[in-house]
């Protein structure tokens, strides 16, 4: 990430159009198929509007599992981004927060404040489901 983009707290993790996903109940169904970015260790999207209170991040780790984030830090509310070749997410920001897969803060400034919020997911005949 270039220093600009931290200093305007901008990822590298594109949005994932909105034909993809649903909101339903409380629980988003991501087709699977319809998202590349999914389909190898490191890719990320994200789903913000369509009556989300808050943007939600969508990683296939590197273990090859998926998981899903509200994606915001808990020490200024900037995006998070995976971090390429290793298990860890990153804050978009100057400070660059550092959590794990299950949202426990490595480094930066959020030690101080709460882990980042995992939501749970499930799948089912090729959608993830994730509870929100």
């Not at 109940?25 to 389909?39: C, G, M, N």
């Not at 009556?51 to 991040?57: D, E, H, I, R």
């Not at 899903?68 to 400070?95: F, T, W």
Request: aromatic share 6%; hydrophobic share 40%; charged share 20%.
């Amino acid at each position: 990430m270039n220093i600009f983009k931290a200093i305007m707290g901008m990822c590298d993790t594109s949005p994932l159009a909105d034909d993809v996903w649903s909101l339903m109940d409380s629980q988003i169904a991501l087709d699977l198929a319809k998202v590349l970015a999914l389909s190898e260790k490191g890719g990320a999207g994200y789903m913000a509007g369509k009556g989300l209170a808050k943007p939600v991040l969508v990683v296939r780790g590197q273990d090859n599992n998926l998981y899903a984030y509200e994606n915001a830090c808990p020490h200024g509310g900037r995006k998070i981004d995976p971090m390429q070749g290793e298990a860890k997410l990153r804050c978009c920001s100057v400070n660059h927060s550092t959590f794990d897969y299950n949202g426990k803060v490595l480094s930066g400034p959020a030690q101080h404040k709460h882990e980042l919020r995992r939501l749970l997911t499930s799948q089912a005949d090729g959608k993830l489901l994730i509870s929100v």
